[in-house]
């Protein structure tokens, strides 16, 4: 590597996706490809891996999440191009369980329906309405449940490995390969962080993710809480890249996951989710506010056991050919007060 003394070359323990960012000593042999890397700055920049910081007076942390996000793509390229079995082992052990064969594999040409359009509720946190969890370094991850940036708040529940597979109708099913997906959920007492009173501090259960080769996103968080009023859910955001992920008008779907009744009453038996229980049982899928025209039908996740949590797979068909939106939003609901037009 270029060691030019008039630049600073930062070093961290991990990348904002977990990835080993330290090359460990049993992989030094056959990595001499990065030692092409691109000549470090000489005029006293301060960068990493090869790339000048965007903010010169922050730390890695704090460098966007366009820079997370480029990270987290040039590894999985690395990974890709190298075939490191050791390092993609280290990958898959920070990240949900893989879907079993076939599972989720995209179906034929016009079989998946267009994800329908919902709205983004009162929590979104990308920017429509106030906080704006999109620009802060650290939001691009997989294990979702801790807080992240100067927040430390742990959301703890019922363990849930989310897994979305993006579909784009418009090119005959095939898998949508860089969508960039953020995803936002109530914890087990209902709340939302960035707004509601008692998580206000707090910035978990977010994330981005970028879907692999396979248009797949996968995401560790905990069973969402119920809340009055409304069926348990997790809501998404899909964008059509990396870039276009720092403003929610650029969102080509909007829309949620719903869960099965079953798998509800089995999470909900759990200590700690004695609110959620209680909410249970005066919602019904069928007439809930968003899933109640069609039941969810295009929505309802696949839900299965996974040890002591569970696992849930849904298939998004997402038409590219749409224009961009942010969905609707709303000012109510569990921890806020005032109203706007929309449904949560």
């Not at 569970?310 to 109510?332: C, I, K, N, P, Q």
Request: charged share 20%.
């Amino acid at each position: 590597m270029n060691s030019n003394p008039a630049s600073t070359e930062l070093t961290a323990e991990t990348a904002p996706d977990g990835v080993p960012l330290r090359r460990s000593e049993d992989l030094d042999e056959g990595l001499g490809e990065l030692e092409d890397a691109p000549a470090i700055p000489s005029d006293g920049s301060r960068v990493f891996a090869g790339r000048r910081l965007p903010r010169q007076s922050e730390v890695l942390e704090e460098q966007g999440l366009a820079f997370d996000v480029d990270t987290l793509l040039q590894r999985r390229g690395l990974l890709r191009v190298l075939g490191l079995g050791a390092l993609a082992a280290g990958l898959a052990a920070c990240s949900p369980a893989p879907a079993e064969e076939g599972v989720t594999a995209a179906r034929g040409a016009g079989s998946v329906p267009e994800i329908p359009d919902e709205t983004s509720g009162p929590y979104p946190a990308d920017g429509s309405n106030g906080p704006d969890a999109l620009t802060q370094s650290g939001v691009v991850r997989s294990d979702i449940r801790s807080s992240y940036g100067e927040a430390s708040g742990t959301a703890e529940g019922v363990l849930l490995d989310l897994e979305l597979q993006i579909v784009d109708i418009a090119a005959g099913d095939a898998p949508f390969a860089g969508a960039a997906v953020y995803v936002w959920q109530a914890d087990r007492a209902g709340n939302y962080s960035m707004y509601s009173a008692e998580a206000a501090e707090q910035n978990y259960l977010r994330g981005v993710q970028i879907a692999d080769d396979a248009g797949r996103v996968r995401f560790r968080t905990i069973f969402p809480g119920c809340y009055a009023g409304r069926w348990p859910h997790i809501h998404f955001e899909v964008y059509p890249d990396q870039s276009s992920i720092v403003s929610a008008d650029n969102a080509i779907a909007v829309s949620q996951v719903a869960f099965p009744e079953d798998a509800c009453d089995e999470a909900y038996a759990a200590a700690g989710y004695e609110p959620s229980r209680r909410n249970l049982e005066n919602v019904r899928l069928g007439s809930d506010l968003v899933f109640g025209d069609d039941g969810g039908e295009r929505q309802l996740a696949e839900v299965t056991r996974q040890g002591t949590g569970f696992v849930a797979r849904l298939t998004v068909g997402v038409d590219t050919r749409t224009e961009a939106h942010s969905g609707w939003v709303m000012g109510s609901g569990p921890g806020t007060s005032g109203a706007m037009p929309g449904r949560p």
